[in-house]
């Protein structure tokens, strides 16, 4: 085409890229674009990993034929359910991790379940799980199901807005329910806000309130609510549980390991199943789940190790105990855990000794067993009876030391020191079986014969005279014949006069009783008007006018410095017999603190062996009345 002046002009070349509404030919390889530079390709990478649940979320009962050892529970509700019989409001309380919460949530799909079809119009107990509102709850977002955190939510103004709300009726569900989570950390004023709501909810409501301390919840609330006491589940349950579950991930895990992780749970699922998680992601992959491998990651002893310890520790041997227990440091045993496990140990031996099904448990190894009857059958109940009582007070002592290691040896060295030595029973067969001989002669006992003796294991020690039995009845009072100041103390007691009883044996001095006539010196302390209120008892008592003068001489010590030192007699005679010398000897720092009188008839102690004692002698204070029964012997234990 010709230009402007005629000229031929070059043809215009040719374009380098796409045109505004096409490419007018294949853009070169790499071109720019329109806007600039075309966009780099997006390098292939793998494609996005989904977040890992843990398995206490993944394996979260869905219904109530999943949830375990909540039998009481299931079976009232399915009833309530089946009867149309349903609560407006729950309370579930239990330990941490045995299904409080879970069960709300159960609850809030079986009340809104709509059927496998969607034609469901009334709850089930058993929800389907793949209708919209049991989904919806299942992922945590279905409106009308509200979870609150009691200690995030714990003011009026939170309750007054939910009161308000729950006077609508749910969006699309059946049944709107409030969930509390710890309630027991709503504050009373929230409580006494809620209180009317929850008595006269709208029929449209439901509330389920979940809890670690019910104790905590005002009586008010409980009382207008129906209340299920979660228990923790049994090691047995719990195994089995874990087992299945570990199964069904594809783990292979060693039975003994399983044990460990159903015995530290302490009952909660929750717990057991992160021990769980972490036992699998501590393990090698591929690689099974051992039991070694569960000891380290709860800084637990070995089992048979454990035995090892708990018997060389009961045996006496100091320096193998010491030895074992730094092994099991060594290898990762935290010292108050070892003593946790000793107590345990000790309690499992001690129930296995007096029910000997214990033993029966399934959840219990061969080993644990075999070696748990052989301990019940060596071991007295005396002897693991003090061991519990060292351990638990070592296991304060390790838990406050700043160097437990040290505490905890200290706690074995005391226990192995003391395991060898003799119980009190047979300390006191010991020393009774020692010649009379070898100590001297008591002295001889106060006048006046007695009834009294200390005890020690069930047989007789010491005895000394008591004061006469006291008349109890009235009549047998007016009859017997005055001739004692003790006879007159008697009158006022049989008469119910114990005001004057006391200042008898307190205030009066005795000068003179010659029937009819009573002569005395009172204390300083006694009242003006005594003499008046003696003469009176004694001539209503005797049907007999008695004179009752004060006299100027000292007369006699009162009754009760008689009673005291009679009583101070009665010490002293006791402590001179040979036996009780023996005692104090052998326990340095023993004190007598009381005295009993003698009951011929009274059962010995318990896990006492007592064999009768000679006839007493002569120069024995304590005299034939000691005892008139004769004694049986205990037949030794032959397990013992």
Known sequence: MPDLFGAESEPPPPPQGPGLFGAAGPPPEGGPGLFGSMPEPAPEGPAKVAAYRVLARKYRPAGFDALIGQEG????????????????????????????????????????????DGQLTRPTIAPCGVCANCRAIAADSHPDVIELDAATHTGVDNVRELNQMVQYRPVS??????????????SPSSWNALLKTLEEPPSHTKFAFATTEVRKIPLTVLSRCQRFDLRRIPEETLAEHYAGIAAKEGIAVEAGAIAM????????????????????????????????????????????????????????????????????????????????????????????????????????????RTRGAALAKSLPVPALARAWQMLLKGFSEVREASDRKAAAEMVLIRLAHAADLPSPAELVRRLSAEPASASPAPPAPPPGGGGLRAVAGGAPLAAAASPAALPQA???????????????????????????????????????????????????????????????????????????????????????????????????????????????????????????????????????????????????????????????????????
Request: proline share 7%.
């Open 73 to 116: 529970m299931k079976r009232v509700l399915t009833r309530s359910f089946e009867q149309g019989r349903i609560a407006h409001a729950w309370v579930l309380t239990g330990v941490r991790g045995v299904g409080k919460t879970t069960t709300a949530r159960i609850l809030a799909r079986a009340l809104n379940c709509l059927g496998e």
């Open 474 to 640: 009235a009549a047998a009072a007016a009859s017997a014949p005055v001739s004692k100041l003790g006879d007159v103390v008697a009158l006022a007691r049989a008469r119910r006069d114990a005001l004057l009883a006391s200042q008898i044996m307190n205030a009066v001095h005795l000068i003179r009783l010659e029937p009819p006539l009573l002569e005395f010196r009172p204390a300083a302390t006694s009242p003006r008007d005594l003499s008046a209120r003696i003469a009176q008892l004694l001539t209503e008592a005797t049907g007999t006018r008695w004179t009752v003068a004060i006299g100027q001489q000292q007369g006699e010590p009162t009754l009760a410095d008689q009673d005291r030192r009679l009583a101070a007699d009665r010490r002293a005679a006791v402590l001179a017999h040979p036996l009780v010398e023996t005692i104090m000897k052998t326990f340095p720092g023993a004190v007598l603190e009381a005295m009993h009188p003698a009951r011929a008839s009274e059962p010995p102690p318990p896990d006492v062996d007592i064999t009768p004692e000679p006839p007493p002698t002569e120069a024995d204070p304590f005299g034939e009345d000691a005892f008139t029964d004769p004694i049986e012997t205990e037949e030794p234990d032959p397990d013992a």
């Open 261 to 368: 992780l159903a015995r530290a749970a302490d009952g909660s699922v929750r717990d057991g199943l992160s021990l769980l998680d972490q036992a699998i992601a501590s393990a090698e992959e591929g690689a099974a789940v051992s039991a070694d491998a569960v000891r380290a990651m709860l800084g637990l002893a070995d089992r048979a190790a454990l035995f090892d310890l708990f018997e060389a520790v009961m045996g006496g041997r100091i320096a193998e105990a010491l030895s074992r227990f730094a092994a099991q440091h060594e290898a990762g045993a935290e010292p108050l855990t070892v003593i946790e496990d000793l107590l345990t140990l000790t309690h499992f031996v001690t129930l296995s000794r007096i029910e000997p099904r214990t033993l029966d448990r399934q959840s219990l190894t061969e080993a644990e």
């Open 173 to 186: 569900a059946r049944y709107r329910l409030i969930v509390y989570d710890e309630a027991h950390m709503l």
